[in-house]
T-cell receptor
């Protein structure tokens, strides 16, 4: 099993550009989530999904969109990048429909100039 | 709103020098407290889940305990490979709230 994979590993965007961060898992996990990690602030939940076709907002959803058309994939879309979205983004998944023992991907480091 | 506070922010230890990390929390209905380890440049790795006050879990040199308002991660006789950031999180329904973490450095 590859576990949770994320692409790209690094990305630089200009203000106003849009892009999609990819996340995939091969463990047949129902629960998937996106976090951002900033220095001194810990991980903050952006969006989560308890199964295909079901998504909901986390703590910091503004400026981000998600969809979940399959169990395996949970892409995160930045609609119009802003410097405040410079961060490290982590995708995570867990079995069942709840966020207990989560498996995290390696992260995407995003810089918005 | 759920709150998780970890202390200290950073901890420097000599190899073999045992210590404890603290995680204090406020949550309306605790449905699990989690400890993760994060190495630089990597995603967090799950360590323990605790559900009720008085519960303890152990893994190698790490032992996690839980009370009604806080959890402790005890590191016994640490080795340099225990150097990492340790994250605490609480679960409320479908969301996890994380603390900012404690960065542990163990010198040989």
């Amino acid at each position: 099993n590859a576990g949770v994979t994320q692409t790209p590993k690094f990305q630089v965007l200009k203000t106003g550009q849009s892009m999609t961060l990819q996340c995939a898992q091969d463990m047949n996990h129902e629960y998937m989530s996106w976090y951002r990690q900033d220095p001194g602030m810990g991980l903050r939940l952006i969006h989560y999904s308890v199964g295909a076709g079901i998504t909901d907002q986390g703590e910091v959803p503004n400026g981000y969109n998600v969809s979940r058309s399959t169990t395996e994939d949970f892409p995160l879309r930045l609609l119009s990048a802003a410097p405040s979205q410079t961060s490290v983004y982590f995708c995570a998944s867990s079995y069942g429909g709840t966020p207990w023992e989560q498996y995290f991907g390696p992260g995407t480091r995003l810089t918005v100039t | 709103e759920d709150q998780v506070t970890q202390s200290p922010e950073a901890l420097r230890l000599q190899e073999g020098e045992s210590s404890s990390l603290n995680c204090s929390y406020t949550v309306s209905g605790l449905r699990g407290l989690f400890w993760y380890r994060q190495d630089p440049g990597k995603g967090p790795e799950f360590l323990f889940t605790l559900y009720s006050a008085g519960e303890e879990k152990e893994k190698e040199r790490l032992k996690a305990t839980l009370t009604k308002k806080e959890s402790f991660l005890h590191i016994t006789a640490p080795k340099p490979e225990d150097s990492a950031t340790y994250l605490c999180a609480v679960r409320d329904d479908y969301k996890l709230s994380f603390g900012a973490g404690t960065t542990v450095t163990v010198r040989a």
